[in-house]
């Protein structure tokens, strides 16, 4: 497809669990971008990367996540031992460079949904 | 710090009416960008504007205008004659310029319902 595609669409696991979340961006964006959406509120920054490496994580909540772009497009956001805290919708976006160069535009998926039991 | 107010949790109006949603945003920094995003049932966020503040210039683009004021930092979003497919949960954002605009701060939306 065109657009971000982002899979799982719906998870659920238990407390204590590991998780992976993919995201493949846009053809030929640079940028890739995770965000975390809990019920009733807006997105939160989780991180950012351009290329293959991690130009912000200052969004990650703790050591428990973790993210990976090892070739430039797919991302995958990793979370280890999971706590209920941890459901939400999971968003990725991407753009074709630093959105400072351009109208700012970022691309969202759909979403992960997330649910820790 | 870094903050996006968005007051209205839920607005309801009937088809045709106007609607403004209000955004009132916090910063230090003195060049910033602000954005708006509409979220529909799907669930995908969709990109409607960036402003950088130093261009205070209203914008119009159809039925959507918006009107940045430096002086009481505020982003108001107006849709003029709405209609069904405008309901959605719509986001005010803010970003830092260094950040290149990437790293978002989202108020928490208002959800708007549009009444046929």
């Known amino acids: 497809g065109a657009g971000v595609s982002q899979t799982p669409s719906n998870k659920v696991t238990e407390k204590g669990k590991y998780v992976e979340l993919r995201c493949d961006p846009i053809?030929?964006?640079?940028?890739l971008y995770w965000y975390r959406q809990s019920l009733g509120q807006g997105p939160e920054f989780l991180i950012y990367f351009q290329g293959t490496g991690a130009a912000d994580d200052s969004g990650l909540p703790n050591d428990r996540f973790f993210a990976v772009r090892p070739e430039g497009s797919v991302s995958t956001l990793k979370i280890q031992r999971t706590e209920r805290g941890d459901s939400a919708v999971y968003l990725c976006a991407s753009s074709l460079m630093n959105p400072g160069s351009n109208t700012g535009e970022l691309f969202f998926g759909e979403g992960s949904r997330l649910t820790v039991l | 710090a870094q903050k996006v107010t968005q007051a209205q949790t839920e607005i309801s109006v009937v088809e045709k009416e106007d609607v403004t949603l209000d955004c009132v945003y916090e910063?230090?920094?003195?060049?910033?960008?602000l954005f708006w995003y509409k979220q529909p049932p799907s669930g995908e966020l969709v990109f409607l504007i960036r402003r950088n503040s130093f261009d205070e210039q209203n914008e119009i683009s159809g039925r959507y205008s918006w009107n940045f004021q430096k002086s009481t930092s505020s982003f108001n979003f107006t849709i003029t004659a709405s209609q069904v497919v405008d309901s959605a949960v719509y986001f005010c954002a803010l970003s830092a310029i260094y950040n290149q605009g990437g790293k978002l701060i989202f108020g928490q939306g208002t959800e708007l319902s549009v009444k046929p």
């Open positions: 910063t230090r920094d003195t060049t910033y960008y």
């Open positions: 053809s030929g964006h640079t940028a």
